[in-house]
């Protein structure tokens, strides 16, 4: 094991030096050691390269919020070691970024295999919320519960210890990593781009798994290219700990019958690790166009889609879908200037990061008296990272400026949101 600089990831190599690279990515929770059942056999036929989520299994603890932002330090770590082609596996989130790799860097993926994975993990809300959580409780309430998540009932009532092994994992790892790899999950969705991926692709699944079960397997073998689904019995999300043999020998068999030993296929050539894209002329007509300054309707467009995107990010998707459910003819301009103008333009500025504006918001709300609005925000403080200790100190502040009735009634209010939104699972 080396020191992990912040842009790479912690590994480890088993296996023959001179045989081809298949990389191995682990769930969100887990460590390499979740693939330990299956080393002796793989690395009869490859080099295996492992690699730690940050924050997990003792790797430094520098978060990474998105699944692109995964993909770049793995390949860095990759680039420094002289890996430029390979075979790749991954579970779950490690399946995410298996996913991207094969879009974003297809020239390097020879062969695809994809177990527990999803184009789209659940809702962003979901995520989200287990982010608040984790931040508010600690990773206790996920490493708790994680045995129902990974494991059907007759295993985990059969195999105490490896429930242990699996919950200690979980235990371990550092809260801020976790609650970042939860916003990368959040944001994830490619179900658009599924056609894409050109690497020879198998899908795995545990028939009872319920996080990313058979319907999320299926959509990516729907979308993807000549994609192949196995259905493993017995098996729910760590269907590689649960059923070691079944996953292996899918495996051995996929990445032994489906390497690309040529880039021929592909068209795209690899550029260098770092190196900006290549410079395209557009040609005088284009050049002219993109030259010319958009019309006021592209503007609006752009702080639409950018206000949607935040206004879901922040406020979540249910609270919008509730809220825009309701939206006529009458409203319809209304909320389409709140989206453009409250959360394209304001919202999305960079002088403030989102915890600040929470800040604001909470009090301004509290200040004017419409507390009709301050569950919501509430809610959103917590998503963009407020304990509800800072909560508290911001009411506390506002009962200072803004009055004793005032604060005592938005304490009222977030009180009964706090509660109802970091109460752990039972």
Not at 158 to 167: F, G, L, M, R, T
Not at 347 to 369: F, I, N, P, Q, Y
């Amino acid at each position: 094991m080396t020191e992990t600089p912040p842009n790479t990831l912690q590994y480890r190599f088993d296996g023959p030096e001179d045989a081809p690279v298949l990389v191995i990515g682990p769930s969100l929770g887990t460590t390499w050691h979740m693939w330990d059942r299956q080393i002796s056999e793989l690395t009869q036929h490859w080099r295996v390269f492992r690699y730690d989520l940050p924050g997990h299994g003792g790797a430094p603890a520098h978060p990474a919020t998105a699944v692109a932002e995964l993909t770049d330090r793995l390949v860095a770590t990759l680039d420094g070691l002289g890996v430029h082609r390979f075979g790749y596996a991954g579970c779950s989130i490690g399946g995410a970024v298996g996913i991207d790799l094969a879009l974003r860097h297809p020239y390097r993926v020879a062969s695809l295999a994809l177990v527990a994975a999803s184009p789209r993990f659940g809702s962003a809300d979901e995520f989200r919320q287990r982010g608040v959580i984790v931040r508010t409780n600690g990773l206790e309430p996920m490493a708790r519960t994680a045995p129902e998540r990974w494991f059907t009932p007759g295993f985990a009532a059969a195999q105490p210890a490896i429930v242990e092994w699996a919950v200690q994992m979980v235990r371990t790892t550092d809260p801020g990593c976790y609650i970042a790899a939860c916003e990368a999950l959040a944001a994830f969705d490619v179900r658009g781009e599924l056609a894409r991926v050109a690497a020879p692709t198998l899908v795995v699944v545990g028939a009872e798994d319920r996080v990313t079960g058979p319907a999320e397997a299926r959509t990516l073998v729907a979308g993807i290219p000549d994609a192949r689904l196995a259905l493993v019995p017995a098996a729910s999300h760590l269907a590689p700990v649960e059923q070691p043999v079944a996953v292996t020998d899918l495996l051995v068999r996929h990445f032994s019958t489906a390497w690309q030993d040529t880039l021929a296929a592909i068209p795209v050539p690899p550029p260098v690790h770092g190196a900006p894209p290549p410079a395209v002329h557009l040609g005088p007509i284009a050049e002219l166009t993109a030259a010319t300054a958009p019309d006021a309707s592209a503007v609006d467009s752009g702080l639409r889609d950018a206000g949607t995107r935040v206004r879901r990010e922040v406020l979540g998707d249910a609270h919008v879908d509730r809220v825009t459910a309701d939206t006529d003819a009458f409203t319809e301009d209304f909320d389409d200037l709140l989206t453009r103008y409250a959360w394209g333009e304001i919202w999305s500025r960079e002088g403030l990061d989102r915890r600040s504006r929470s800040c604001v918001t909470l009090t301004a709300l509290v200040a004017s008296g419409r507390l009709e609005s301050l569950p919501a925000h509430v809610r959103a403080a917590l998503r963009n990272g407020l304990t509800p200790t800072e909560i508290k100190e911001v009411l506390l502040q506002t009962a200072v400026y803004c009055g004793m009735p005032a604060a005592g009634a938005a304490f009222a209010v977030a009180q009964s949101v706090i509660q109802e939104a970091t109460t752990p699972p039972v």
